[in-house]
């Protein structure tokens, strides 16, 4: 179920919806019937990440995205996210990640705090190309999404994550591989975050939303 384009006022009704209906099956992207998942197991997929993964910073985050995702689509979701990391340490323990889990899918998610620290979108998208490139060595169907809006009061930020996202779109074509873009997503509403980056209850679920369009 997609939230591009739709007023406002209609994505968070159905985003409420979805807070009800997190158990409900199954996703909204491909099948995935012609990928080698080689000795992977399909029915599981790793989210990580920064503090937006792991989660519950906002007091109102009832539920992270990866349990969300679990919800809406039946795989098992590990949440590997880690709170205050950089690209450059999230590419450093991509292996590791799924040489313990075995997963299907990666769900990538980072570059927030490269922003707050202004390190070049050269840095930064050869991390995530890094980790796209361990998850398909790996026979890991890759997933990567674009960062959320960063807002004030970290707006001196801003702007270098519009330029991440930017270079995150083009990566993802480059890699012909599927494309959860938040920043188009979140659009300009303040009211899905706690504190201008961190989503809160109905901005979780829009995150949960767009991963789960993109898996089986």
Not at 110 to 138: C, M, P, W, Y
Not at 156 to 166: G, I, L, M, V
Not at 175 to 180: A, K, Q, S, T, W
Request: hydrophobic share 35%; net charge negative; aromatic share 6%.
């Amino acid at each position: 179920m997609k939230f591009r384009g739709a007023p406002l006022a209609f994505s968070l009704m159905v985003v409420g919806l979805l807070s009800a209906c997190d158990s409900g099956g199954g996703g909204g992207g491909s099948s995935y019937g012609d990928f080698d998942f080689g000795d992977n197991d399909r029915n599981v997929a790793v989210a990580i990440g920064d503090s937006i993964t792991s989660g519950n910073v906002c007091d109102d985050e009832g539920t992270t995205y990866p349990d969300r995702i679990a919800g809406m689509t039946g795989l098992t979701v590990i949440n590997a996210g880690i709170s205050g990391e950089r690209s450059s340490s999230t590419a450093s323990r991509t292996s590791r990640e799924l040489n313990r889990h075995n997963p299907g899918f990666l769900l990538i998610l980072t570059g927030h705090n490269d922003a707050i620290f202004d390190r070049s979108v050269e840095s930064v998208i050869g991390n995530l190309r890094s980790i796209v490139q361990q998850a398909k060595g790996n026979k890991t169907a890759p997933i990567l999404a674009t960062l959320v809006p960063i807002n004030p009061p970290r707006s001196f930020a801003t702007e270098q994550a519009r330029n991440y996202n930017a270079a995150i779109r083009q990566l993802a074509k480059d890699e012909g591989i599927p494309l959860v873009d938040l920043e188009k997503e979140f659009g300009n509403s303040l009211d899905l975050q706690c504190d201008g980056l961190h989503p809160n209850d109905r901005g979780s679920a829009i995150i949960a939303a767009s991963f789960s369009d993109k898996l089986p």
